[in-house]
């Protein structure tokens, strides 16, 4: 009898990563209409807000971390709906693939997808919010990429268990956004001050914070995934 | 330039689109003959646009933008309602022609009116110092753009021809509809507020000109359509037969 | 020769989804080299207990060991050699079947995937509809597709839950002798269906369930 | 041979919502989730927005709208994901219901459903943004009641279309979002005049604005539902 | 007495499927009073035949007549006297057996729609799970629950595409009666399978498909 996996770890995560991939490109419809729903809620926002392009441009890192988290909720989800067909998630963990391989694949193949469709937008910020590029153009990305994987670990880990559960849309927000909060928050900070002023240089705190988010969510979801993604 | 010019070159355009749509048999060549004498209005506008006309009276030359800014949202608007017209037709009697114009028109539409946005938008950065302003014009016809993209998207990510052509007319008609509604709330809205829009009163010569390069653009608005069009028609074209009465020999069967 | 462990032990298994019990206190050997027939009228657990065999459920109370390993315990072992063709199919929808059969072929590492691929697709008759995406197949055809797969990973247990269901004639014929031929192979079968002749004359044992109970056929 | 309906249109109509209805009581997941994901949305603002009051207060029908809005998108696609297990909606057309009944029922369900959430939401406005609500009670709930349908009927239509598309939850927003463009500035701003100091009376002209979309768009969505929710 | 219409008139119908015709130039008739079996390989367009039939699809050129009514102009009249017995149930899976079954009753403007549901669940043996969400039910039970409204419609053509399939043994003689009860009251039957020795003896007239296409078989 053969023993252990045939394939090793990250092989396994990177092959995870790469069919989805493969689905997304067949399909080509989640990328491109996250794009565009990230880019009509920037457009709200300011409708939302009247013309008032003061406070458009103080507030430009919030509403672009909202944009991001709200397409973040329909990225998830439909990581997980291809899954939900025909039981695929469980021919894959059959298959055998170990289920932590595919907690790595697609909380990194959702994070590239998260970071690629923020640096979109970032252009969009100019155009409508009149913000500034330039002043710390390294610490911006590497904000935008923590992010990117901030709200990606915690989130397949709930997209998971909302996806066998009933209303799946609907409950994966309902367990996700409480537990993004404080990454919203260090997000939205650390934007701010890669944008504009860092009188007191409280920019490196809440990068710290965003690391350390990161860093506890990855481990935890690595642990946990395989408890919520197969029967016990 | 006089100024019945931009008119008797309507007058021309119009006819030979009518000619094309009337007679077969003159869509071998109409086609050309509208690009040539589209290249040819188009080398007078620049003429007449960068060297007949005098410089705008606020804005000096840059503003010189306007004969082609304007003239390609027109185009752009014009392409939709030829949309909505074919989404319609389609909605009373199925037809592949239809939902070929329909998608060519969107196209064509989009690529336009982006097109005159994007010239806005460059022309904004010298005169107000800022790529966008909350102006009601911008706005409406951002949106406009907006609903039509989501329309193509649509149309893309939907794979069986038949229910793509069904469920994409009935998008561009709800997406049409929205536009007059989007026009007047964004111009209400903003009016409340009590801002200024960017537009001022024209000398004669400028409005002429301008009217002159939205016929030019006319014709290209047209020709592209229909050349769209023809590719759109070029790929049903296997949707278009019906199968051999009898199987096709040599064929294994399981 | 040390004894061989047998290929399926099943030992006082109840199986509970919600308030009701799918399985109740089910006890059943299955020697190594024999085959299965499950038999049942419709709800009485086959399903269930096909897929507490195939790990892909554990039984709420009592043990299930395959080749001497305990279910839940030696899963990630189990899983290398055991395979479950079952009402649904585990297919990507929007992946062409030659795509569904190539992932599966490197996440088990198979060496040349492409030809074993195409050898596959060959041998279920779908070698002309390689790259249609799973969604435009008809029932039949993803059945076929399911099989290519479960004979792709070569496993030492096979289980097939109806397998004879959505098949044309040329495909049950081809199915029984793909039952014939893995028993040749030595790979332990358990066959699930409702065409008790057809199954008996391709089985040793039986096991007859009855709301979830072991009975006398 | 049998001629015509068996059952009037406005009778299949209010089947479908009550059928609606015992679904929703029976998972009772989409009423809830709803709920708290506006909820969070709304907290999602003032944080992102970072602690200032008077912004907040100013902006406050901008964020309880944009939190509506994108509720609105989980309850649109929850309303025809139910339909797309089995094919239950063809299973529905062919029983026969007329595909309008089916329209009337749905949007009236999600109105409804949209209604209540919005007079959930607005004590929670109230604490969260400092908020006065006593100024015209009558004409707010008017204003919430008329964004409500104007969000469900266009909705509708463009959720069955997508419910059948690939990617159906990513495809909703793109469609629906550049359309609601103005009923979202009608309801901002008919809010806000509810809210607070109306001097030029611009009320009425934005609740005929809303009345005006609401009537359009169902008439479209009543005549067009057929065409997009059986094949032709 | 006038001549009757035939039960159905397929006049050289074609259906495509993104670029492939899934079913290409067929005529076929069945006149009134008399029933189909229809079989062919797997993907040869049964399923999609019997769809157009019931007016859930439409053919891409062609006509078929239902009773002398073509289905695309007289679909609302159609819809009221044929059903669909097919691969996907119908059912809503959060609603209970007997729920679903009285929410068609309602639709269907049926008056003691109570007296109904109680007597279809009996017959179908679901009596006891009426009260269980169809989520929770196995295989065999939904096929149970879908013939269950099949019947409560009453058609005066009932489309059966693979009806034995799933079912326990009892279930498929409760099935083959069934079709020779409707039969009886005069009820036209159009049934695909592969099960052929069984299908012909249940009806007069037959239809092989091969890719789309009439054959002999
Ligand atoms: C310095 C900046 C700009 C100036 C002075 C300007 C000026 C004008 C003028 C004079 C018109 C014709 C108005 C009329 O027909 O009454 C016009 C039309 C238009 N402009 Fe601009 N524009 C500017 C920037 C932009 C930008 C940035 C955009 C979009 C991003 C834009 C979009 C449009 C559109 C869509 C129209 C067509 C509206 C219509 O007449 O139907 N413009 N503009
Ligand atoms: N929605 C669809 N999109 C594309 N192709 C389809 C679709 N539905 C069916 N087809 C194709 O049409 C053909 C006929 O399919 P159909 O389901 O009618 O076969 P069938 O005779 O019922 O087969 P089976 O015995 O396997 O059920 C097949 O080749 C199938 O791939
Ligand atoms: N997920 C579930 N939740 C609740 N009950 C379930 C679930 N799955 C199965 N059951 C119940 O368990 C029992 C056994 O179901 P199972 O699917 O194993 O039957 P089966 O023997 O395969 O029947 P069939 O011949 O109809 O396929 C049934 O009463 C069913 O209602
Ligand atoms: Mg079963
Ligand atoms: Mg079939």
């Known amino acids: 009898m053969s023993v252990g996996p045939r394939v090793p770890l990250l092989k396994a995560a990177w092959l995870v990563l790469l069919k989805d991939w493969q689905i997304e490109w067949r399909t080509r419809a989640r990328l491109t209409a996250l794009i565009f729903f990230a880019l009509s809620t920037l457009l709200l926002f300011s409708f939302a807000m009247g013309p008032d392009t003061d406070a458009l441009r103080r507030h430009a890192p919030g509403y672009l971390w909202l944009a991001l988290f709200f397409a973040s909720v329909l990225s998830l989800g439909e990581s997980f709906r291809i899954e939900s067909e025909n039981q695929a998630l469980l021919g894959l963990i059959l298959n055998p693939v170990e289920p932590r391989a595919i907690f790595l694949g697609k909380v990194f193949g959702n994070a590239s997808l998260l970071f690629g469709l923020s640096l979109l937008l970032l252009p969009v910020a100019v155009a409508l919010y009149d913000i500034e590029l330039s002043k710390a153009p390294g610490s ?10 901030g709200i990606s670990a915690p989130g397949i880990v709930y997209s998971a268990i909302s996806a066998n559960a009933r209303a799946r849309d609907v409950m994966l927000p309902l367990l996700l956004f409480p537990v993004l909060v404080p990454l919203l928050l260090a997000s939205v900070n650390a934007t701010r001050f890669c944008l504009g002023p860092d009188a007191q240089n409280q920019l490196p705190s809440w990068l710290k914070l965003l690391t350390a988010f990161d860093l506890i969510y990855l481990s935890v979801g690595f642990l946990l995934f395989p408890k919520v993604a197969e029967e016990d | ?145 907006l609903v039509y993209v989501g329309y193509l998207a649509f149309r893309s990510f939907t794979e069986d021809p038949e229910r793509r052509a069904a469920w994409s007319a009935a998008a561009a008609i709800l997406g049409y509809v929205s536009l007059p509604i989007t026009w007047f709330s964004v111009q209400w809205w903003n009016s409340l507020h009590q801002r200024q829009s960017g537009s001022g009163t024209m000398d004669k010569p400028i409005r002429v000109v301008y009217f002159w390069g939205a016929v030019s653009f006319l014709t290209f608005l047209f020709v592209f359509i229909v050349k769209r069009y023809e590719i759109a028609r070029a790929r049903q074209t296997g949707a278009l037969e019906l199968p051999p009465l009898e199987a096709p020999k040599g064929q294994v069967t399981t | 020769m040390q004894s061989q462990p047998p290929a399926i032990e099943i030992d006082d298994i109840s199986k509970r989804f919600g308030s009701r019990w799918a399985v109740s206190r089910l006890s059943f050997t299955l020697p190594a080299g024999r085959s299965l027939l499950l038999t049942g009228h419709n709800g009485s657990g086959k399903t269930t207990l096909l897929r507490m065999i195939a790990t892909a459920t554990f039984p709420t109370a009592g043990k299930i060991s395959i080749f001497g390993h305990e279910t839940r315990e030696k899963r990630e072992l189990l899983r290398h050699d055991v395979a479950l063709l079952s009402h649904a199919s585990y297919l990507y929808e929007d992946l062409t079947a030659a795509q569904n059969l190539t992932l599966l072929a490197r996440f088990l590492g198979v060496d040349d995937s492409k030809k074993q691929v195409a050898e596959l697709l060959e041998r279920i008759g779908l070698t002309e509809r390689a790259d249609s995406p799973v969604r435009q197949f008809s029932a039949g055809m ?76």
Chains 1, 4 share one sequence.
């Open chain 1, 140 to 149: 911006l990305l590497l904000v935008l990429l923590l992010g990117s994987i």
């Open chain 2, 1 to 145: 330039m006089p100024s019945w010019a931009p008119l008797a070159a309507l007058v021309v355009v119009v006819g030979l689109i009518v000619l094309h749509l009337a007679v077969r048999s003159t869509r071998t060549w109409v086609w050309k003959v509208l690009t040539g004498l589209g290249s040819l209005m188009l080398v007078a506008l620049v003429y007449f646009g960068l060297f007949w006309a005098p410089p705008e009276a606020f804005m000096s030359d840059v503003g010189r933008i306007i004969y082609v800014h304007v003239p390609f949202v027109w185009m752009c608007m014009l392409a939709f309602t030829v949309n909505v017209g074919a989404a319609l037709a389609y909605l009373f009697k199925k037809s592949w022609r239809t939902d070929a114009l329909a998608e060519s028109s969107a196209e064509v539409g989009v690529f336009f009116g982006a097109t005159g946005v994007l010239m806005g938008s460059i022309w904004a950065r010298p005169t107000w110092g800022v790529w966008w302003d909350w102006d009601p014009r911008l706005i409406s016809t951002t949106v406009m753009l």
């Open chain 3, 142 to 217: 993803r059945k076929r597709l399911s099989i290519a797969r479960l004979l792709m990973k070569a496993p030492k247990l096979a289980l097939f839950d109806e397998p004879f269901g959505e098949l044309d004639p040329a495909g049950i014929l081809q199915m029984e002798n793909l039952l014939k031929e893995l028993q040749g192979k030595g790979v332990t079968i358990v066959l699930a269906t409702h065409l008790i002749e057809q199954g008996q004359s391709l089985t040793q044992e039986r096991l007859h369930l009855d709301q979830g109970r072991k009975e006398t056929p």
